[in-house]
């Protein structure tokens, strides 16, 4: 159990430093984003009753789904926002390696030569800027700050590592016995997933090399998913609604696989059985298709991930945006009833996302690591 400990601690770690790295390296500086006019995070009370101003609902969506350098609580009655701040980690060739508190770049404040963008392109990403305030275009920050999705990333890691510590301990001291508590909740779904997904995919004789990792991700992708749907802290971050997260899920799942796959599987991809030779040479149209498919099966997995649970925060939030949109009293409770039953559909579609990711990625990996004749 140890083991398999490390390895869940590994991966998820793996995960939070590419998921960073991937977002870093998105920052494209561009001459029209210099000048910041609004603050980050504003409340649809706050934007239908501002003086002049219309109600825009997708910026107001596109703003709680996207991550963030805080983590909103609250804007109380004086038009004060409350909020978490959270690490900024921030490397330049000018001044080296900056660590400071989010705070000092809020409300589009300037600290040390940085700022957060808070229009266009860069939207909320830290770039530098000179005395004057103007973007240094040819030298972007390396921007490694815990972020809102991060420190969710973290609180799961945590939360995760807590349950199966706190289960191999109780299989310890009580042995194989009727289970009960936190262990009574999680027995049924290991043995789910070493059944219904590992065995039937993998095999018998190897599916226990990759239970540690199929038992990682559906955990991680489940407990983010039901997170996601609580409204407070810690909840209310996207994790899995962000491309970042799900392509460096998907790309650890494409690695596993063909590290895994057996020589079998390699020569079905490069000298396909059954195919005439013309299609393999002198140009590997086959070939070219197989290695296609190589890519484009991780490349499902993130889509369909990303897309499922970021729709469904898309949809609530536009009801909630309805008695904005309307401005009437009228139309709350027909908005709230709505919201309800999609966050009971959310609460559905969290577990059957996690389900069917660690099923595709058992099934990628058994296709690869069995014998072919």
């Known amino acids: ?35 910041p006019q609004s603050d980050q995070h504003s409340d649809p009370g706050e934007e239908a009753g501002a003086e002049g101003g219309e109600f825009d609902p997708g910026e107001y969506i596109l703003d709680h789904i ?3 350098h805080e983590w909103h609580l609250f804007t109380n009655k004086h038009g004060d926002h409350v909020s978490v701040y959270l690490p900024v980690i921030v490397y330049s060739r000018e001044s080296r390696l900056n660590i400071f508190s989010s705070k000092h770049l809020a409300h589009s404040h300037i600290y040390n030569g940085f700022m957060i963008m ?13 005395k004057e305030g103007v973007i240094i275009e040819e030298k972007p920050p390396l921007d490694l700050s815990i972020t809102k999705n991060v420190a969710a990333m973290i609180i799961v890691a945590i939360i995760i590592l807590w349950l199966f ?3 191999a301990g109780s299989y310890r001291r009580s042995g194989i016995s009727e289970p009960k508590g936190m262990q009574g909740f999680l027995e049924p779904v290991i043995v789910f997933i070493r059944d219904d997904i590992a065995l039937q995919n993998i095999g018998d004789s190897k599916h226990e090399r990759y239970m540690p990792y199929l038992l990682t991700i559906f955990f991680f992708i489940l407990i983010n998913n039901l997170m996601g749907l609580v409204p407070i ?8 609604g962000n491309i970042a997260v799900t392509f460096t899920l998907a790309f650890i799942t494409m690695v596993i696989t063909n590290f895994s796959g057996s020589r079998g599987y390699w020569k079905h991809i490069f000298n396909t059985p059954g195919v005439p030779w013309w299609l393999k040479f002198p140009v590997p149209l086959m070939p070219v298709v197989e290695l296609i498919g190589v890519i484009a099966k991780p490349f499902a997995l993130m889509i369909r991930l990303f897309a499922n649970i970021t729709a469904g925060h898309i949809i609530v939030l536009s009801l909630v945006s309805l008695i904005f949109i309307f401005k009437s009293v009228l139309i709350a409770p027909v908005s709230i009833v709505f919201v309800l039953f999609m966050d009971c559909l959310e609460i559905l579609v969290a577990f059957l996302q996690a389900y069917v990711f660690t099923l595709l990625s058992a099934l990628f990996i058994g296709l690869a690591v069995q014998e072919h004749h």
Do not use: C, W, Y
């Not at 159990?1 to 500086?29: G, W």
């Not at 808070?118 to 000179?130: M, P, S, T, W, Y």
């Open 66 to 68: 996207a991550d963030s």
């Open 233 to 240: 802290i810690p909840g209310g971050a996207n994790v899995t």
């Open 118 to 130: 808070q229009e266009g392109e860069l939207k909320g990403r830290i770039v530098e800027v000179d």
């Open 1 to 35: 159990m140890k083991k398999r400990s490390i390895l869940t601690t590994f991966i998820l770690v793996l995960a939070f430093i590419a998921a960073n790295a991937f977002a870093a390296a998105q920052v494209h500086v561009t001459e029209e984003s210099q000048h």
């Open 165 to 167: 510590i706190s289960l």
